[in-house]
């Protein structure tokens, strides 16, 4: 089994609820975000970039992208950072020595670094702390806990802790656009695989940063939308 | 002659002692405070002056073993006084980088998890084991020439080896991040050889200047005519680098040269001043040469202090350069999804924002804090200490030995 | 003598009355007796923790269906429940609701009551009882003064929530207060249904959009304002539909449609009415839909501009009909006759352009045209090169697109609030309702018009818990308070103003604070007595005499509906209300008997822990009760999952006007929770009006749909200089970060954003003010102004100011950014009053603005999200 994700481009509306899901169930401390939407070329939120005389916003959310070949983890000298069985790059909290090594290798800046211990937010009463409540161990590994220590290096883990029970990770769950899908790449069946294949809706794959040949197991489907569309073009709707 | 070395070195032990606990102090400090409070870095620029000072240190780890083993293994009599010297120099460099690292450190109590299953093919992995390995053979170096043995000359043929694999290990460090266009360069581990060779042979000028042998001008100017050629070596490495730059058309090379635009006082500072130090001694030189030929004068021991100085200062800024031109901005560079072009930087979570700054950014403009400074002192006192009480122990030794070689 | 009554008397008071429907005896032990499924089951789950099912409903039309995992007592996080049986309306959610857990257990939660102190006029906490004796005494003080109805009510959307929301509009119905109509005060009222199709608004659930194959949006981002179902626009591209955007910003939904068309602000109706121009003159339009379901081929005197009755003509008489209907007088190959206005769609053959000599019964002639003679005439100057050099959209564009929306079917469009909160908004909505027509998408799957601002529709009858026994229901229109009354009102306003508001879920003195009038009424003591419902502690609490908390909606029973989808939800208790804070319907009940005592039995009698009983019961009774919509629904069934609406039409999906187009019924639809025959007179043929003869229609020559720029009847009105004083439209549009101004102090959305509040201009207008991207600016008219860190945007049109609304005036320095906003009355929306329905609006885009430098580079930052 290989988990890999697709994030349909044509289909993300940009709203971020993937990026804030992540963050609020996977209990990232203030300042920590595994996964961000930008429009590339157009970082400022709510602007567009001039493109070849139109205009476009183009939404693309970011995560770790669980390459294949993944620099991160060539680079963690503890072997804090691993693969796990199903193609997962995860971060064993206890062996992670704060070296930062992995941030400088990643390619995709998707490595975020507790520079602080967190603080939790104020409440009512004490402080408040989101976010899956219990420790998640691998072959003894910590691969989440909501109490993050200080001085180590987190990222996406896919949702280890839902994945590892048979769910989906939360970005995916909560897309409202239906942008994201998840499942196992060796499965045909799988709802990866299915779209992938182009069974829901016919889309042409790619993945980010190909120069850096990490392999991402996130995979990307390119927008439809044409650069020039604010002139348009005839005769491509279809009567029915 | 006890009296006064003892003298001389003790205001400077007890000067780098003071800096060490000061640096210590500082570390503490940030361990206790919390990174985010205490420095500059961020999850954009996540290596800061402590890596720096790591890499300047490293070079003078390597940089002293060159300087001892070309003496020794080129039986440059002459020079041989100063062998020993800069083996101390190798050690203390050494150690010296070994305590930035781990002073760098976000979680430092997890190091055992380094050595119970170092991952092989990370190379901070080989450089944790160069930095070791050599750190060992330095010692044993040190001791060979402070105590003469006889097999002197083969510690020097293995510290020079290990020296020339912990640069092309260090060099490795950098240049295998693809991730980071100024470092992905096959350049970046001979440059480091070099880097190391100018900080070495800088010092060695240094340390014969300051020496009140009878020939230290004349060995100053070995060193320096050697200095020479590796500053303009380095030069002109990086002269390739960014032109090899300029020449790639992807969004990393593009960050990396406006990143270098953003500090080029700096790397004027690493390139210009340096070669304008040395140029100056060659001038002063050969100016000196022509107006007396047969009587040696030329740059005085104070002009080749303070050149080397110079370009002591140049390859500091270098090290900061290292980190600058790479860790400045963001790595990631995309463009629309059905266009070929991707060249435009996608923000980073800098992890600020819970220090009240920006959550999102393209760049940092990294300026290390007063904590950060202060830190540094602790990795360049453990290194001062080191020299020092190697360079006094290295002539209580000597004084001691029955025949003395001068 | 609020205070006089003990638990004991209250309890024996209630227990004696009569509660109709509801009874007080219904509260038996037995009853008492079911714990509700969900508390349970997150009690149950002890250490493990449970997912708990419970709907999101904040004012933002979403009604999304979330679970949420209870862990000690806390919410740790939240998931969509996704558990809708038709499966493309899974996941519903998005970045906020999904993240709300930090405000229900954040620092800004209210968990006492709080109650202005006498002596040092700050805010304190107090007990139950001290607060609810303060706010009768307050309020009763307060209408004893100027009157019951100077007491003006506000609750933000009742289809967000039947029960607890309901509670407080069951007081109100009883106290003789005003209620506000929110969906007015939002400026959400889409003036031209009523004035066209004669009802509050119809629309199409947004799962109907997957089946429309060409859509049109004018002034609706749904990327970001209907956020969880902006997928099915997707899912219909996907299915090989078209999705045009008209936006004079590249906004997300253009990013996501085949086609963005740019055009100048507040112009979308000279493109509509040049499109329609153009279908006409090109014959493409459907002549028997006009024929058959508008008033086109009615008779209008073109002495008066009146439409001609049928009892007036020789040889016609009247169709007999109800007093809210008239009979008008149609053409048959010339021949006149009386148009039965009980039944639509019998009128394919009546002539659609034609003028006729009528003898009327008084001696007289007529001299008559129909309704689309008139109307063809009325769009001759609408050429495509006038609409060009309106609208900036090249002609052919406009010919292009004009052809395609008449021939690509199903069509729909959407008009949203940012094109229709201008003074003439109405207008435009009627000129695209026209084109919706005369391509005769309306009753089709797929087809027609949508409006989709605001949850304020109400899907089902709620008599039998908002009106109580005891009915004292008056409603005011709030903009009367700050304009002044106006010659041509037809609203109630109370005779002494407005002195005292109740608040309910509603932050006012940040998003009513038009031309700062609220606080200014409220400082200067105008406004004497200020009561809110509150479960944050916003700015509109620092206002407040009294202060109740409440609970979120992870803390109560609650009943939601929306007009976006067909599912009625509940929202559940899971985690107990921190501190004192309690169901609103206990709260409404003690301060009703606080008020009166005589009201007891207007309530059921229960305890505060009682709350979510009581709330069950009223839920049965809401459901029973609540007509051939929902009453097949129990409470059991919404605890498993969302229950659908019923419809009349055959299918899955509900087509709005079905009835009306299939089986002839007349027009308007009902407008909940109004009677019919409330509505029906404002469509009197019983058709689809396009031509309005109401004397002020006709003396502002919009009598037929026409383009009327912006600012020309408001702002640069009177003051000659005011285009150069003011040159930019000041936009204040709904952020993804927030829903007005809930979620602003989420701590994951303000970490997005920076906590920097930002506004935003084209770069070329920015660069002529000196101008540039990071600047810190201040934003201004002559009644306000506001503190923003710029942005340049090549995206937008020029000539505008952006900034994203619901900011609160603490992240702002204090200013209120509604400031520079004026509640103009288009004397059009005064010709009749019903509350929601037709009623004075407030057009938020019809701002002018300037823009100054505060500090260069002051807000500098490289990205602002």
Not at chain 3, 319 to 335: C, E, F, Q, W
Request: aromatic fraction near 10%; charge should be negative.
């Amino acid at each position: 089994m290989k988990y890999g994700m697709i994030i349909d481009l044509d289909r993300c509306i940009g709203c971020r609820t993937c990026a804030v899901v992540c963050k609020n169930h996977n209990a990232e401390p203030e300042g920590i975000w595994w996964n961000r939407v930008f429009a590339s070329g157009a970082p400022n939120y709510a602007t567009a970039v001039a493109v070849d005389g139109g205009m476009r916003s183009e939404f693309l959310p970011v995560s770790c992208q669980q390459c294949e070949n993944a620099p991160c983890e060539t680079a963690c000298p503890t072997g804090a950072t691993y693969t796990d069985e199903n193609g997962v790059v995860l971060v064993d909290y206890d062996s992670c020595i704060g070296c930062r090594y992995c941030m400088v290798a990643c390619p995709y800046n998707v490595r975020q670094f507790n520079w602080q211990k967190p603080q939790g937010i104020p409440a009512t009463e004490g402080t408040y702390s989101y976010g899956y409540p219990f420790e998640v161990r691998q072959d003894g590994k910590l691969v989440y806990t909501p109490d993050r220590p200080e001085g180590v290096v987190e990222k996406c883990t896919f949702c280890v802790q839902y994945t590892s029970e048979g769910g989906d990770p939360a970005c995916c769950v909560a897309c409202p656009a239906n942008a994201r899908i998840f499942g196992d790449i060796d499965d045909p069946d799988s709802a990866y695989s299915q779209y992938m294949k182009g069974l829901v809706s016919p889309k042409e794959p790619y993945t980010l940063g190909d120069e850096y040949h990490t392999d991402p197991k996130v995979v990307y489907m390119r927008s439809s939308r044409k650069a020039d569309a604010r002139v348009g073009s005839e005769g491509e709707v279809t009567e029915r | 002659m006890k009296e006064t070395l003892l003298g001389r070195s003790g205001k400077a032990l007890l000067a780098c002692a003071i800096a060490a606990a000061v640096g210590l102090g500082a570390w503490i400090a940030m361990m206790n405070g919390g990174l985010l409070a205490t420095t500059s870095m961020s999850n954009i620029f996540n290596w800061g002056l402590l890596i720096a000072v790591f890499a300047f240190l490293v070079g003078f780890g390597a940089g002293g073993q060159f300087v001892a083993s070309y003496v020794v293994l080129g039986r440059r009599e002459r020079l041989m006084p100063y062998a020993t010297v800069m083996q101390g120099v190798a050690v203390a460099g050494a150690a010296g980088a070994g305590v930035a690292i781990l002073a760098d450190l976000g979680h430092p109590l997890h190091m055992l998890a380094l050595l119970m299953h170092p991952n092989p093919a990370s190379p901070l992995t080989w450089d944790m084991i160069a930095l070791t390995v050599f750190i060992v053979v330095a010692v044993i170096g040190w001791l060979a020439l402070a105590r003469d043995w006889k097999s002197k000359r083969v510690w020097m043929a293995i510290g020079l080896v290990a020296a020339l694999a912990l640069q092309v290990v260090e060099g490795c460090l950098f240049a295998l991040q693809s991730a980071r266009a100024w470092w992905h360069s096959f350049i970046m581990p001979v440059d480091f050889i070099v880097v190391a060779f100018v900080c070495g042979l800088a010092l060695a000028v240094i340390v014969s200047a300051a020496s009140k042998r009878q020939d230290a001008l004349g060995a100053a100017r070995s060193f320096a005519n050697l200095l020479l050629a590796f500053v303009i070596l380095h030069v002109v490495l990086s002269l390739i680098e960014v032109i090899g730059l300029a020449f790639e058309s992807t969004g990393g090379a593009a960050m990396a040269l406006s990143l270098i635009g953003r500090y080029i006082v700096l790397y004027l500072i690493e390139l210009a001043l340096p070669l304008a130090a040395v140029l100056f001694l060659k001038v002063k030189e050969v100016q000196g040469d022509r107006a007396a030929h047969d009587h040696l004068i030329g740059p005085s021991k104070r002009e080749y202090a303070w050149s080397s100085v110079l370009v002591i200062v140049g390859m500091f800024a270098h090290r900061l350069m290292l980190l600058y031109p790479a860790l400045g901005g963001a790595t990631l560079f995309t463009g629309l999804s059905n266009q070929p072009s991707a060249e435009w930087a996608y923000p980073v979570s800098t992890g600020f924002f819970a220090g009240a700054r920006e959550t999102w950014a393209l760049t940092q403009a990294y300026l290390p804090s007063p904590v950060e400074w202060l830190s540094a002192l602790l990795p360049l006192g453990i290194a001062g200490l080191i020299a020092i009480l190697a360079f006094g122990i290295a002539a209580r030794w000597h004084d001691r030995r029955p025949m003395s070689e001068d | 003598m609020a205070q006089q009554i003990t638990r004991r008397s209250f309890v024996q008071a209630a227990s004696v009355a009569s509660l109709g429907a509801l009874g007080a005896g219904c509260l038996g032990s037995a009853a008492l007796g079911s714990v509700p499924a969900a508390k349970a089951l997150a009690e149950e789950a002890g250490s493990e923790g449970a997912w708990v099912r419970t709907t999101c409903s904040p004012n933002c039309t979403g009604a999304c269906g979330t679970k949420a995992f209870v862990h000690d007592g806390q919410i740790k996080m939240i998931d969509p429940a996704a558990d809708y049986p038709y499966t493309h309306y899974n996941p519903r959610g998005c970045l906020k609701g999904l993240s709300i857990n930090t405000l229900v257990h954040g620092p800004d939660r209210l968990t006492k009551c709080l109650v202005r102190d006498e002596a040092s006029g700050e805010m304190r906490e107090a007990s139950w009882d001290e607060a609810l004796t303060v706010a009768a005494q307050k309020l009763n003080a307060t209408a004893e003064r100027y009157g019951a109805d100077s007491i003006a009510v506000e609750w933000q959307v009742q289809g967000t929530g039947h029960i607890q929301k309901g509670s407080l509009i069951r007081l109100t119905n009883m106290m003789g207060w005003s209620a506000i109509g929110c969906y007015e005060l939002n400026g959400d009222l889409p003036m031209f249904w009523p004035e066209t199709f004669g009802c509050q608004s119809e629309e199409l659930e947004s799962y109907c959009w997957e089946d429309s194959r060409y859509t049109m949006i004018f002034g609706s981002n749904v990327m970001v304002t209907r956020l969880p179902d902006a997928h099915f626009l997707n899912y219909s591209r996907e299915a090989g539909g078209k999705v045009v955007t008209f936006d004079p910003n590249y906004c997300p939904t253009a990013e996501k449609s085949d086609e963005w068309v740019q055009l100048a602000p507040d112009t979308d109706g000279a493109f509509a009415l040049a499109a329609a121009k153009h279908i006409i003159d090109n014959d493409l339009y459907d002549r028997e839909f006009m024929a058959n379901f508008t008033d086109q081929p009615i008779l209008i005197d073109t002495a008066t501009g009146k439409r001609i009755l049928a009892d007036a003509v020789v040889g016609l008489s009247a169709v007999p009909a109800p007093d809210y209907r008239t009979s008008y007088v149609m053409l048959h190959g010339g021949t006149p006759f009386a148009v039965d206005p009980e039944h639509v769609g019998i009128t394919a053959d009546a002539d659609l352009e034609a003028e006729v000599d009528l003898p009327l019964k008084d001696g007289t002639t007529a001299h008559a045209r129909t309704g689309f003679s008139l109307l063809r005439e009325s769009l001759e100057p609408y050429t495509l090169e006038y609409a060009e050099e309106v609208t900036g959209i090249p002609a052919d564009t406009i010919a292009r697109i004009a052809r395609e929306c008449a021939t690509i079917k199903p069509m729909h469009i959407i008009f949203g609030g940012a094109g229709e909160q201008w003074y003439h908004g109405d207008l435009k909505g009627r000129a695209l309702a026209l084109l919706a027509c005369l391509t005769g998408n309306i009753g089709q799957l797929g087809g027609g018009i949508s409006t989709y601002v605001g949850q304020y529709k109400t899907r089902f009858n709620t008599a039998s818990w908002f009106l109580p026994p005891k009915l004292n229901k008056k409603s005011c229109a709030f903009q009367y308070a700050i304009t002044g009354r106006t010659p041509e009102m037809t609203a109630p306003f109370p005779k002494e103003g407005i002195r005292g508001l109740v608040i309910g879920w509603g932050n006012p003195f940040e998003q009513h604070d038009v031309a700062d009038w609220l606080r200014q009424a409220r400082e200067s003591g105008e406004i004497e007595t200020v009561i809110t419902f509150e479960f944050q502690h916003t700015k509109t609490v620092d206002y407040s005499d009294v202060v109740f908390p409440c609970s979120s909606w992870y803390e109560k029973l609650e009943l939601t509906t929306t007009p976006l989808h067909p599912w009625v939800q509940l929202q559940q208790r899971m985690v107990e209300p921190p501190g004192e804070a309690a169901d609103e319907i206990w709260i409404c009940k003690e301060l009703a008997c606080h008020l009166n005592p005589d009201l007891a039995d207007q309530w059921p009698e229960f305890d505060r822990d009682q709350s979510q009983e009581v709330s069950e019961q009223v839920c049965r009774l809401l459901l029973e009760k609540g007509g051939p919509t929902i009453d097949h629904l129990t409470l059991e069934q919404l605890r498993e999952g969302p229950g659908k609406l019923a419809h009349a039409n055959p299918g899955e999906k509900r087509i709005p006007f079905w009835e009306q187009v299939h089986n002839g019924d007349p027009f308007p639809t009902v407008s909940r929770p109004n009677a019919y025959d409330v509505t029906a007179k404002f469509v009197r043929s019983g058709r689809i009006e396009f031509y309005r003869d109401e004397d002020i229609f006709l003396s502002l020559d919009e009598q037929l749909p026409c383009y009327k720029p912006a600012f020309v009847d408001t702002e640069w009105k009177d003051d000659p200089d005011g285009p150069q004083k003011y040159p930019f439209a000041y936009i204040t549009r709904n952020s993804v970060f927030r829903i007005h101004s809930t979620y602003v102090n989420d701590p994951l959305m303000l970490e997005m954003q920076d906590e920097t509040p930002k506004c935003w201009m084209n770069p070329a207008d920015a660069e002529r003010l000196g101008l540039a991207s990071g600047d810190l600016v201040e934003v201004y008219n002559s009644r306000g102004q506001v503190t923003a860190a710029l942005v340049c945007d090549p995206g937008m049109h020029t000539g505008q100011v952006i900034f994203d609304q619901g900011w609160w005036s603490e992240y702002t320095d204090g200013d209120s950014y509604n400031s520079l906003i004026y509640p103009w009355i288009n004397p059009t929306n005064e010709v009749y009053y019903v509350s929601s329905v037709w009623s004075p609006n407030m057009a938020w885009n019809e701002t002018a603005c300037n823009v100054r430098l505060l500090q260069k580079g002051g807000a500098l930052r490289e990205v602002m999200s």
